[in-house]
C-alpha cells in the first residue's frame, strides 16, 4: 500500500520557520518527482513546488521563491520542505504527492499519490 505521511507542521509567528517532511513508504519513490500543494480555506489546491526523482532540479511557484526550499534523501524515501520568512498568507494545509514521471507539474491532477495534509498557521 503507497502511502505519504507529512509531518512538522504547526503554528509559527510571521518570519519564522518551519521544515515539513513527507516519508513516503510501499514503492520505491526516487524515480517520481515530488510536489508541495497547499490548500488554503475557501480556495483551491495550489501548486507551491517540486523536485525531480534525482533532487538535481527544483520548481517553485513565485511566492516560494527565495523563501521555500524543497530537498529529498532518496534513501530514506523522504521529501523536505523548508520554509523560511513565513508570511500570514502561507497559512494552509499542506500536502506533498508523488507522480509516476521525471517532470514537475504544476496541476494536482498530475499527480498519482498525495498524503493527508499537514496544517501550518502563521500568525502575524
Known amino acids: 500500500q503507497v502511502q505519504l505521511v507529512e509531518s512538522g507542521g504547526g503554528l509559527v509567528q510571521a518570519g519564522g520557520s518551519l521544515r515539513l517532511s513527507c516519508a513516503a513508504s510501499?514503492?520505491?519513490?526516487?524515480?517520481?518527482?515530488m510536489g508541495w500543494f497547499r490548500q488554503a480555506p475557501g480556495k483551491e489546491r495550489e501548486f507551491v513546488g517540486g523536485i525531480i526523482g534525482s533532487g538535481r532540479s527544483t520548481r517553485y511557484t513565485d511566492s516560494a521563491k527565495g523563501r521555500f526550499t524543497i530537498s529529498r534523501d532518496n534513501a530514506k524515501n523522504t521529501v523536505y520542505l523548508q520554509m523560511n520568512n513565513l508570511k500570514p498568507e502561507d497559512t494552509a494545509v499542506y500536502y506533498c504527492?508523488?507522480?509516476?514521471?521525471?517532470?514537475?507539474?504544476?496541476?494536482?491532477?498530475?499527480?498519482?499519490?498525495w498524503g493527508q495534509g499537514t496544517q501550518v498557521t502563521v500568525s502575524s
Open positions: 510501499g514503492r520505491t519513490f526516487s524515480s517520481d518527482a
Open positions: 504527492a508523488a507522480r509516476s514521471g521525471t517532470y514537475i507539474r504544476t496541476l494536482a491532477k498530475e499527480y498519482d499519490f
